[in-house]
C-alpha cells in the first residue's frame, strides 16, 4: 500500500472512498465492502485527512485510531493507495466545486466515489453527498452513497461512539465498531506499588491524541507478544496514591508476572467495572483490586472473549 501526502495527476481511474473513517466502525466496513464491489478491477484509494477537521476549527477532537491505526486497518481491506493530507486553512477555504473539478477529476481522475451519507466537503461545508453525486454524474463519473447503517436505534457514526466511550459504555461502542476499542503503547515504568500489594501492573505510553475512556476499572484483553491474556485495566490518576491529575493506564494481567519494559502491547477493552474512587488508604485499595480480580475471573476466565 503506497501512502501521498499531496495528490498528484493519475491516470488509471481509481475506485475512490472519501471520508475521514475515524474508528472504522461497521458503517465504514460496508462503505469499503462497496467501494471493492465497485472497483472493477480498478485500484481501490482512499482520500483522506492526516488531521480532524474540527481541530482547525478550535475543536479538541480526540480520535478513535491514530493515523497508524487507520492505515492499518486499510491494509486489511485490500487498498491500494491512501492520501494522506493535511487539512489546513486552504483545503478548508477550497470552493465545492473547485474540489469536486481539481481534486476528483483533474488529478484522482476518479471513475467511482463511494461517500456516506453524511459527507460534507468545499468551504463552509457546502458541497453534502447529493451534490457531490450530481456533479460528477455531469462528468460521466459513478458516485455511491451509503445509507445511514444502524445498530439497534442509533445511527452508527464517530461522533456518537466517541461519547460512549467517554461514558465508559465500552460494550455498546465495541457492538457499533465491531471489534474491541483498544488503546496501544509502550510499557514504561512505574512505581511497582501493584506489586508490593500482590497485584503487579504494567503502565503503557500511550498516543496523548487518543480518546481515553471515562475514569474506572475495566475488564480487558492485553496482547503482547501477539499473544492475548485476560486482564483488568484502571483508567484514571489513582488518587489513593497520587496527587497528579495525568491519566494513567495500569493494566494487572491474569496470571502474568514477568518484566515486560518497554514491549508494545494493546489493551482491549471489553467492559466496565468501576468508577475509580480515592480510598482511605493501600489496604482498602489492596481489598478492592482483589474484589475485582474475583470478579473478572468469574465472569470470563471460563469463557474465550
Not at 475512490?16 to 464491489?37: C, N, P, S, Y
Not at 468545499?122 to 463519473?141: I, M, N, T, V
Not at 445511527?155 to 460512549?164: A, F, H, K, N
Not at 487518543?210 to 488518587?239: A, E, F, H, M, Q
Amino acid at each position: 500500500m503506497n501512502v501521498y501526502e499531496m495528490v498528484e495527476k493519475r491516470y488509471d481511474s481509481p475506485a475512490v472512498a472519501l471520508g475521514f473513517f475515524d474508528g472504522f466502525h461497521i458503517g465504514h466496513k460496508k462503505l469499503f465492502e462497496v467501494l471493492d464491489a465497485n472497483a472493477s478491477g480498478r485500484k481501490k484509494v482512499v482520500f483522506t485527512f492526516k488531521n480532524h477537521p474540527d481541530n482547525l476549527l478550535g475543536f479538541d477532537t480526540k480520535y478513535i485510531l491514530t493515523n497508524e491505526e487507520r492505515l492499518e486497518f486499510f491494509r486489511n481491506y485490500d487498498i491500494d493507495d491512501v492520501y494522506f493530507i493535511e487539512f489546513n486553512k486552504k483545503i478548508m477555504q477550497m470552493d465545492k466545486d473547485r474540489f469536486i473539478e481539481k481534486i476528483l477529476i483533474d488529478n484522482l481522475n476518479v471513475s467511482v466515489v463511494v461517500v456516506g451519507y453524511d459527507f460534507t466537503f468545499g468551504y463552509k461545508a457546502e458541497g453534502d453527498s447529493k451534490y457531490l453525486c450530481e456533479k460528477l454524474h455531469q462528468f460521466g463519473r459513478k458516485c455511491i452513497v451509503i445509507d445511514p447503517v444502524m445498530y439497534q436505534e442509533h445511527i452508527v457514526s464517530s461522533t456518537l461512539i466517541r461519547r460512549l466511550i467517554l461514558e465508559g459504555n465500552i460494550k455498546l461502542a465495541n457492538c457499533m465498531l465491531g471489534f474491541h476499542f483498544f488503546i496501544s503503547g509502550t510499557v514504561k515504568r512505574g512505581n511497582r506499588l501493584g506489586k508490593k500489594m500482590g497485584f503487579p501492573t504494567i503502565n503503557i505510553k500511550f498516543d496523548k491524541e487518543k480518546i481515553v475512556p471515562k475514569k474506572g476499572v475495566y475488564v480487558t484483553n492485553t496482547i503482547i507478544d501477539d499473544k492475548r491474556y485476560l486482564s483488568i485495566t484502571n483508567v484514571g490518576t489513582n488518587p489513593t496514591v497520587s496527587a497528579s491529575e495525568n491519566i494513567k493506564i495500569e493494566t494487572h494481567i491474569l496470571g502474568v508476572d514477568k518484566d515486560m519494559y518497554g514491549k508494545q502491547v494493546r489493551i482491549e477493552f471489553i467492559d466496565f467495572v468501576r468508577e475509580e474512587k480515592k480510598f482511605s488508604n493501600i489496604n482498602e485499595l489492596k481489598n478492592q483490586i482483589a474484589q475485582d480480580v474475583e470478579y473478572v475471573k468469574a465472569l470470563f476466565c471460563k469463557a474465550s472473549i
